[in-house]
């Protein structure tokens, strides 16, 4: 859970996180395939991580393909996965530039073996770099983690490591697959969709939400320095009366 201080107005964030959707739509619209349109998404990544430096945003989340997008034709996954392994083996070195781990949420699991194994190395050779983190939600399904969270919970209880009257929000929290990170305090969704679609439910309790009719490859630097001017105008309460 972060740290705020609520006599503060917001600023920039600490932690933004970003539900990249409208790759389709964006295609579609240039008569292209919806795999050209998660290549063009894959260059607005690359320009957000940039944009994150500018604003020196430490924690930056992205929701890049979620649990119910396992519905999806498989001709579609195969490209997202592949496109991703691709990404990796194009980008890491953003990850060594600006001292980046690389931390994954979802059920890495579940990804096919080459994606997994490109995943884990890069995840490896970062794993000491502390200027900034970047998450990328794979598989994820805030639900999902939410169970795993019980579950754990639960298992302890019977293994007489934890007592039910010391099952707090806190630690429910540290057994969230996002323990190590702050909650958000941005969630920014492209496409105009007003949704989370089973994003960090937990976490998102007081964020403040962003929603921009921009497909996500057309989120530029003009979209970023809006949702930052946008965000500095917000008024975090936090349930609290300010003066
Ligand atoms: C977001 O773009 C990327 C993923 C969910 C993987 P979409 O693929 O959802 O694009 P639209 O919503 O169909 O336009
Ligand atoms: C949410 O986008 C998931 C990601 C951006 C990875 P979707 O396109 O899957 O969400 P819905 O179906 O419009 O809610
Ligand atoms: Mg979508």
């Not at 498989?74 to 060594?96: C, R, T, V």
């Not at 540290?174 to 958000?184: G, I, K, R, S, V």
Request: charged share 25%.
């Amino acid at each position: 859970m972060s740290d705020h201080d609520p006599t503060s107005s917001a600023s920039t964030p600490q932690h933004l996180a970003i539900i990249m959707d409208g790759n389709g739509r964006w295609a579609r619209q240039r008569g292209l395939s919806r795999s050209e349109g998660h290549r063009a998404g894959a260059d607005a990544v690359v320009r957000t991580i940039e944009n994150c430096q500018k604003y020196k945003i430490k924690y930056l989340t992205l929701y890049a393909f979620s649990t119910e997008n396992w519905k999806r034709p498989a001709s579609e996954i195969a490209a997202l996965m592949q496109l991703l392994g691709e990404f990796i083996d194009k980008q890491s070195p953003m990850l060594d530039k600006y001292r980046i781990r690389l931390k994954i949420i979802g059920e890495m699991e579940r990804l096919p073996a080459a994606t997994r194994q490109k995943l884990q190395e890069a995840i490896a050779r970062s794993a000491h770099y502390d200027a900034g983190v970047l998450t990328v939600a794979l598989s994820y399904g805030s639900r999902n983690e939410i169970t795993g969270a019980v579950k754990a919970l639960a298992q302890k209880v019977l293994d007489g490591q934890l007592k039910v009257a010391d099952i707090s929000e806190k630690t429910i929290h540290e057994h969230l697959q996002t323990a190590d990170l702050p909650d958000p305090d941005l969630i920014i969704r492209s496409a105009g969709e007003q949704r989370l679609s089973n994003f960090l439910l937990w976490q998102a309790s007081y964020a403040e939400f962003y929603s921009t009719t921009a497909f996500w490859p057309d989120f530029g630097d003009d979209e970023f320095a809006a949702a930052m001017a946008e965000y500095s105008r917000r008024q975090r309460r936090f349930g609290e009366v300010l003066s």
